[in-house]
Each structure stands twice: as structure tokens, then as C-alpha cells.
């Protein structure tokens, strides 16, 4: 069984970074297939950086150039670096795997963007 503690979140004002950790602990050997969603209130739950079959970062639109996902193997945690925070950040944050069958979900980190 794999357990996520993601850890970090925090309020920040726009233009304010944060940088999220997500412990992974448990029956797993690489932390390769983890990546970081997002959930924002009134939306789905979606994923917003992963890392690609050969290891390159992979962002969606709204957050390329300014999220940068970073993982350590050896400490068996992925990170994530916000930086330029805006409003439309705000959310609770989750790490997890990027697809197929998913882990159970941790309590996930919130992450509050005053403007």
C-alpha cells in the first residue's frame, strides 16, 4: 500500500511563490509515475504536472512557465515550485499518481492566492 503526504501550502499573496512536497512512502519503487493535481472549488479535480515516459516535465496551459515539478528518487518525494502565484491558484493541492489506477488520495495541501 502507498500512503501521499503532501505538505507546503500556505496563503500567499499574487506574484508569491510556494513550494509543495509530496512524501510517498510505502510498496513503490519510483515516484516516476507521480505527479501533482489540483483541485479548485467548482471544478474537476485535475492534473496539472507530470513527467513524461522519459522523465521531461509535462504542465498544463495555465501554469507552464510557472510551476516546475521536481522529483527525488533517492528521498522518494515530488516537489512542486509555484512561483507568480495568481487567484486563480487557490485550491487544494494533491499528488498522486498521473494515471491508471490511482493511490488513496491524501489530505492534499490547500493553497490560498490573495489578490
Known amino acids: 500500500q502507498v500512503q501521499l503526504v503532501e505538505s507546503g501550502g500556505g496563503l500567499v499573496q499574487a506574484g508569491g511563490s510556494l513550494r509543495l512536497s509530496c512524501e510517498v512512502s510505502g510498496s513503490i519503487s519510483t515516484v516516476d509515475g507521480i505527479g501533482w493535481w489540483r483541485q479548485i472549488p467548482g471544478r474537476s479535480r485535475e492534473l496539472v504536472a507530470r513527467?513524461?515516459?522519459?522523465?521531461?516535465?509535462i504542465y498544463v496551459d495555465d501554469v507552464r512557465g510557472r510551476f516546475a515539478i521536481v522529483k527525488d528518487n533517492s528521498k522518494s518525494s515530488v516537489d512542486l515550485q509555484m512561483d507568480n502565484l495568481k487567484p486563480e491558484d487557490t485550491g487544494t493541492y494533491f499528488c498522486?499518481?498521473?494515471?491508471?489506477?490511482?493511490?488513496?488520495w491524501g489530505r492534499g495541501t490547500q493553497v490560498t492566492v490573495s489578490s
Open positions: 513527467f513524461s515516459i522519459l522523465g521531461d516535465p
Open positions: 498522486n499518481r498521473d494515471s491508471g489506477l490511482m493511490y488513496s
